[in-house]
């Protein structure tokens, strides 16, 4: 009985976020409702109002880029591997995904949200992302900068970078893919003091 509850859910936030790709939050309740397959009545069994239905699209979009991205290591995994790990991590989540990826840059531009919402919404991905850039850099090995601002530049600099490489309709090679996640490595990296001659 209760699948095809969680069934029907599913398939309104998942019509909800092709429109909200496809023409932004000025879909109607009865665009989500035909592209769902539902009654328009029906998405009010799920969901008091567009606000809460929105707040069930950021939901879900939070727990698909965390599956994605947060991943516990044991103490023997080194910082350095960690990042790295999360760097690649999150050029796949962006790059696998062009929807999901449209999707996840559109609601954090356009927030029908307030923004203390928001952040309790993408809470457990930022906490993960400051907790290990925080890690890293205590244990050394990043600059000295401010985490949060260190996570935010990765994901930024992930998410545009794809955004423009996606354009022209070709796959993304592996050695791009390298060349991005080194990029965005020796951004933050802290810098090996250099040798001074004698």
């Known amino acids: 009985m ?3 509850v969680i069934d029907k859910r599913e398939r309104i936030l998942s019509a909800a976020s092709d429109l909200i790709v ?4 000025q879909c109607s309740m009865a665009e989500i409702a035909q592209v769902a397959g539902v009654a328009t009545g029906t998405l009010y069994i799920y969901f ?3 606000e809460e239905m929105v707040r069930g699209v950021y939901q879900r979009l939070t727990a698909k880029v965390g599956s994605s991205l947060i991943i516990e290591h044991g103490p023997e995994v080194p910082h350095e591997t960690r990042v790295r790990r999360y760097i690649d991590d999150y050029i796949r989540l962006i790059w696998a995904d062009p929807e ?3 999707l996840f840059e559109y609601l954090s ?5 307030q923004p203390g919402e928001l952040r309790s919404l993408f809470a457990p991905v930022t906490d993960f992302t400051t907790k290990i850039f925080t890690e890293a850099h205590a244990a050394g090995v990043l600059r000295d ?3 949060d601002v260190m996570g935010a530049y990765i994901g930024g600099g992930i998410r545009n970078t794809l955004k423009w490489r996606r354009a022209d309709g070709s796959p993304l090679t592996e ?3 390298r060349q991005i996640a080194e ?3 020796s951004a933050i990296a802290r810098e090996e003091p250099t040798a001074t001659g004698g």
Request: proline residues 11%; charged residues 20%.
């Open 2 to 4: 209760d699948a095809p």
């Open 22 to 25: 496809k023409n932004g939050l």
């Open 48 to 50: 008091a109002s567009k």
């Open 100 to 102: 999901q990826a449209i």
């Open 109 to 113: 531009n356009i927030p029908l949200l």
């Open 145 to 147: 900068f401010d985490p």
């Open 175 to 177: 050695l791009e893919r």
């Open 183 to 185: 990029m965005c490595w």
